[in-house]
């Protein structure tokens, strides 16, 4: 079997307008570093398992995995456990990497068992906007790393689909995604983060990786599970970071971030939310330790939704105005 550097695994269902695309950023990718894609297919019903397979014929360093529709975290940790990598990255079948991605990843990867790339935001309207800097890079310790990372991360700094993982980390600590539908990248991040050293982290601050946000991706219509949701990612969160059954003193400030992330969805999609609800769902998050770790832009949010909640829904509400 041929030795390989990388092993993306791409991850599909119903990709059909998308996967060529997709398939096609990772097959030409310009670099030195010897690659295989694994393209897992999870369940689909329009003819993209007929693209996959195809695919798989025709060059001798992609295949072709299927499996029953079990979600998106279970078709990434099918992909490990095909992969014969090195080094593993993830892609989602409707973005797409810049030509030299491999190539500028695997140059940082040399004493260092994660890499971090910038990404671009594709959004509906055509606009576009850039991440190239992750609030990684400035960590001091293991523990500063870990509470930048919960407490000051951008979206580059929680997904799965920008970064280059040491598979011999992830396969020695029995580190897997677990289905969630929201947070699965976060945590699964989270668990990696712990298990390697601060400064075992490189980065490429080039927007490599490209995301196509569309209208589907923040839905018109409210998650009932959002509220259980967040609270079940907290509790993960708590149990990952406790030490002797005590959370660290940034973890308030954690929670609180989260709590903001529930109220602006509420704010965008659920048609019965009141500025009286979001002042008592924030009341206990209006405490002096919830602000203690915040950057200087969320704990201005935090104080207004939650004071000023009347105020704070008309501001949000108006950024996303068409």
């Avoid at 396969?171 to 983060?193: A, G, P």
């Avoid at 839905?219 to 609270?231: A, D």
């Avoid at 919830?290 to 207004?304: E, P, R």
Wanted: aromatic share 12%; net charge positive; hydrophobic share 35%.
């Amino acid at each position: 079997m041929k030795n390989y550097d990388v092993s993306v695994i791409l991850t599909t269902y119903n990709s059909t307008k998308t996967i060529e695309r997709a398939f096609k950023s990772i097959l030409e990718q310009q670099t030195k570093y010897p690659f295989e894609i694994i393209i897992v297919d999870d369940g689909s019903k329009d003819g993209t398992i007929e693209i996959i397979d195809q695919y798989a014929s025709i060059y001798s360093n992609v295949t072709s995995v299927k499996q029953q529709n079990s979600g998106l975290s279970a078709a990434r940790n099918h992909g490990m456990q095909n992969a014969h990598g090195k080094y593993v990255m993830f892609s989602d079948d409707d973005d797409e990497y810049d030509k030299d991605y491999i190539n500028n990843v695997m140059n940082k990867s040399h004493g260092n068992k994660l890499v971090v790339a910038g990404i671009k935001k594709v959004l509906q309207n055509g606009n576009i906007e850039v991440e190239n800097e992750s609030i990684l890079k400035n960590a001091t310790s293991n523990y500063n790393l870990i509470e930048k990372y919960l407490v000051d991360n951008k979206e580059m700094d929680v997904g799965a689909w920008n970064k280059l993982y040491d598979l011999q980390v992830i396969r020695s600590n029995k580190i897997s995604f677990v289905n969630k539908k929201f947070f699965e990248d976060s945590l699964f991040v989270l668990k990696y983060l712990k298990k390697i050293n601060y400064n075992e982290i490189g980065f490429v601050e080039k927007p490599e990786y490209i995301i196509y946000k569309r209208d589907g991706s923040i839905t018109n219509s409210f998650e009932p599970q959002l509220e259980q949701r967040c609270h079940k990612y907290i509790n993960d969160v708590k149990e990952i970071i406790s030490v002797g059954g005590k959370v660290p003193n940034y973890f308030d400030s954690f929670k609180a971030r989260i709590d903001l992330y529930f109220v602006h969805r509420n704010i965008l999609m659920n048609n019965k939310w009141t500025p009286k609800e979001q002042h008592n769902f924030l009341k206990s998050d209006l405490k002096i330790n919830y602000f203690k770790f915040l950057n200087k832009k969320y704990a201005i949010a935090l104080g207004i939704a939650g004071f000023l909640p009347n105020l704070y829904i008309k501001l949000y509400k108006k950024q996303f105005a068409k």
